[in-house]
């Protein structure tokens, strides 16, 4: 059974840090680049960072370049997404999602991350 878990959100002040985490199961994870979208209310689910399997580059969307840094560990087939000087607009649903090269791909059931003072 696939499952990707995620922890680590919670509610934060403007300026501050939080880490998430994503340990996946069911599936060969170093096969899949992993990402982290977010959903905010009345909003699209777009892409923060994503991560690849074989040379483990990365991409990150425009508002979180500097502030936000995806990493992985293969060994214990968890992603990272480490979040610093957070903003009222980075408040989201954030989930995991796994792509392989071929048609597979899941995702987790969020985590909400909440910025205000």
């Known amino acids: 059974q696939v499952q990707l878990v995620e922890s680590g959100g919670g509610l934060v002040q403007p300026g501050g840090s939080l880490r998430l985490s994503c340990v996946a199961s069911g599936f060969t994870f170093s096969s899949y680049t992993m990402s982290w979208y977010r959903q905010a209310p009345g909003k699209e689910r777009e892409l923060v960072a994503a991560i690849t399997n074989i040379d483990r580059s990365t991409n990150y969307a425009d508002r979180v370049k500097g502030r936000f840094t995806i990493s992985r560990d293969n060994a214990k087939n968890t992603v990272y997404l480490q979040m610093n000087s957070l903003k009222p607009e980075d408040t989201a649903v954030y989930y995991c999602?796994?792509?392989?090269?071929?048609?597979?791909?899941?995702w987790g059931q969020g985590t909400q991350v909440t910025v205000s003072s």
């Open positions: 999602y796994a792509k392989s090269r071929g048609p597979y791909d899941y």
